[in-house]
């Protein structure tokens, strides 16, 4: 079997497409502009890559788009105080605070200040608790654009055998609530899992978020079952700098019935669903409908 690729990249440019038309309806119907806050602390280079295009799509989008960034010595006090003016502003919508925050700073202090209803990382305890109970929340973007390729693909997912290798607070575990919301019968795998080969093997569903390049080959695969890769490693071959995903690409197309890649998979649906957090979460702050298939 020859694996159909899902492409992420296309697939995000249409969620993408559905925001930006939803937020010109808004405007127009309602006077209402969405607008997403970002917060910077300090200058790691791999975040302010993200930085900048987050700032860059959100305003492709038609939304209003503040950056704040800080210095790297920011005390917790004053990044608070500034999470405090951005949960009061009306003209915000989503508060994201990029991760990770310098080491004197505590990453779940900060995050839980973030008001519930604008945190559109879906990463506050609120929002944990509201997925995990099967509530109306806020949902982490990387799962949901899984959920949402998932869901474009199969349409139903009801009963399939899900494997999320990876237990972490923001991939691994939300993921496995989210497929669970939608019927699945669910294993999480992580670093202490027996004989993982063989529970992958089973899956008709999986999700790799480990942040080992290649570490899940072709033939732990079941013939035919649909393979979504969250990693994001950057690897030297051949004397080049590469970009791989959690599972041996080449070796799992040849048994998968589907399957992202990367490049050009779940990473581009991280910021499309980061932009339908904000519209939702503009439309819930106004009492207004929520946009349709753009949240969970
Ligand atoms: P993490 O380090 O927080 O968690 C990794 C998880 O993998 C842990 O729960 C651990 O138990 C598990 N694990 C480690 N070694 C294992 C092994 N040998 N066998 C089975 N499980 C093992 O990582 P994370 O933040 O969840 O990210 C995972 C990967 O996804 C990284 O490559 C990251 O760059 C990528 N990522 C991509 C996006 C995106 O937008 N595409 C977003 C977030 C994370």
């Known amino acids: ?30 006077g209402i502009t969405p607008g997403l806050a970002v917060v910077l602390v300090g200058e790691d280079p791999a975040s302010q890559v ?52 310098p080491k004197h700073l505590n990453e779940d202090l900060v995050i839980n200040s973030i008001d519930p209803a604008k945190d559109v990382d879906g990463f506050h305890i609120s929002n944990v608790g509201l997925l995990g109970t099967g509530q109306k929340s ?12 998932l869901r474009d693909h199969h349409g139903s997912l009801s009963g399939m055998d899900a494997v999320v290798i990876g237990r972490s607070n923001i991939v691994g575990k939300p993921m496995a609530q989210l497929l669970l919301g939608d019927s699945c019968t669910v294993t999480i795998a992580h670093s202490r899992t027996k004989d993982l080969p063989d529970v992958v093997r089973r899956a008709d569903i999986v999700v790799a978020a480990v942040g080992r390049p290649e570490m899940v080959p072709g033939d732990w695969i079941k013939e035919g079952a649909t393979v979504i890769d969250v990693g994001i490693n950057r690897i030297e071959r051949d004397g080049k700098n590469k970009l791989v995903g959690d599972v041996d690409y080449a070796s799992a197309a040849e048994r998968a019935g589907a399957i992202t890649p990367v490049p050009g998979g779940v990473g581009p649906m991280t910021i499309a669903c980061l932009l339908a957090n904000t519209l939702t979460a503009a439309c819930r702050s106004n009492g207004l409908p929520e946009p349709e298939g753009l949240t969970a």
């Open 1 to 30: 079997m020859v694996a159909q690729v899902i492409d992420g990249k296309a697939f995000a440019a249409k969620v993408r497409a559905q925001v930006a038309d939803q937020v010109a309806k808004l405007k127009e119907e309602n």
């Open 138 to 149: 806020m949902v982490p973007c990387t799962p949901l654009g899984c959920l949402m390729m």
């Open 50 to 101: 993200y930085v900048r295009s987050k700032g860059k799509m959100t305003v492709e989008v038609g939304m209003n788009s503040y950056e704040h960034k800080l210095d790297v010595d920011t005390s917790e006090e004053d990044l608070l105080a500034l999470i405090d003016k951005l949960n009061n502003d009306p003209a915000v919508h989503g508060i994201l605070v990029q991760l990770p925050l």
